[in-house]
């Protein structure tokens, strides 16, 4: 004999119903939320990568003033051998192209940090991503089909691998092979009879043994439903802690680069 147990509940008052809605609102909000952030981040990049490529378009323009004012250094020191002009006047061209050579090279910090950014929206370590400087001038891209401008694509980072498998993943394959069923060793043993006066008696006696198996045949997808109630839980504690870790590194990036260039204007400076 096999048992079975059933239950069921009216909703009378429409609690149930009204649970069902405003938990499908909510999920509606969330998506709406998850959009918005997805929105703010993309716009975000470009305002970086933009950022980013004007650094570029700065950096050039200093290059080319620092080939300019080399050149007015060495006719400079050619007129002084001459005897037209002074030692001073060397020196003030002198003045004039280490300070801008050292402007130059403070832009790098600017451009270190917004490319570190960049990094961090596209989900890399700071260390393992780069952009090459662009050497000509950048103009935004228009798509034919809408007149709107395309997004900027960044060039992928040294180190970018292939994501692993999720836990979704996994969950996925274990959710097949039965996870929820539960099997255990069942026994029994007693006495039995028709008459309390031969409950305690030897032939009265009986014992079963033998598995037990317990299975749930229909709830609506329940247990599926909060399975993937924890897992986007468990991906959101793991996509917050990568967002700390990258942020932390990002930190870490931007002083080394800050420290690394320094030094070098200093050197220019000196």
């Known amino acids: 004999m096999l048992?079975?147990?059933?239950?069921?509940?009216?909703?009378?008052?429409?609690?149930?119903?009204?649970?069902?809605?405003?938990?499908?609102?909510?999920?509606?909000?969330?998506?709406?939320?998850?959009?918005?952030?997805?929105?703010?981040l993309q716009a975000e990049l470009a305002v970086d990568y933009y950022e980013?490529?004007?650094?570029?378009?700065?950096?050039?323009l200093f290059d080319e003033t620092?080939?300019?004012?080399?050149?007015?250094?060495?006719?400079?020191r050619v007129q002084f051998q001459a005897g037209i002009a002074s030692d001073e006047a060397v020196a003030q061209a002198e003045t004039q192209l280490e300070v801008t050579e050292a402007q130059g090279t403070n832009l790098e910090i600017a451009r270190a940090q917004f490319e570190h950014a960049i990094a961090v929206l596209l989900g890399q370590p700071a260390s393992t991503f780069s952009l090459p400087a662009e050497t000509t001038g950048v103009t935004p891209a228009r798509d034919s089909r809408r007149g709107a401008r395309a997004a900027p694509r960044a060039a992928p980072g040294r180190g970018e691998r292939r994501a692993p498998d999720g836990p979704s993943q996994c969950a996925?394959?274990?959710?097949?092979?039965?996870?929820?069923?539960?099997?255990?060793?069942?026994?029994?043993?007693?006495?039995?009879?028709?008459?309390?006066?031969?409950?305690?008696?030897?032939?009265?006696?009986?014992?079963?043994?033998?598995?037990?198996?317990?299975?749930?045949?229909?709830?609506?997808?329940?247990r599926r439903a909060t399975l993937e109630q924890y897992q986007a839980s468990f991906n959101q504690a793991v996509a917050s802690y990568r967002g700390t870790v990258l942020t932390a590194f990002q930190q870490v990036e931007d002083n080394l680069a800050a420290l690394r260039i320094l030094a070098r204007e200093i050197q220019q400076q000196g």
């Open 3 to 40: 048992p079975f147990d059933a239950s069921w509940a009216p909703d009378l008052w429409g609690r149930l119903n009204n649970t069902v809605r405003a938990n499908a609102y909510a999920a509606q909000a969330s998506a709406a939320d998850l959009a918005n952030v997805r929105l703010t």
């Open 52 to 60: 980013l490529r004007s650094q570029d378009a700065l950096k050039r």
């Open 66 to 76: 620092v080939a300019a004012y080399r050149d007015s250094l060495d006719i400079t």
């Open 172 to 222: 996925d394959r274990h959710r097949d092979r039965g996870v929820f069923s539960k099997r255990h060793p069942d026994g029994r043993a007693g006495f039995e009879s028709t008459s309390f006066l031969d409950w305690l008696t030897w032939p009265s006696r009986f014992w079963s043994a033998g598995p037990a198996l317990a299975q749930t045949l229909f709830d609506a997808g329940l």
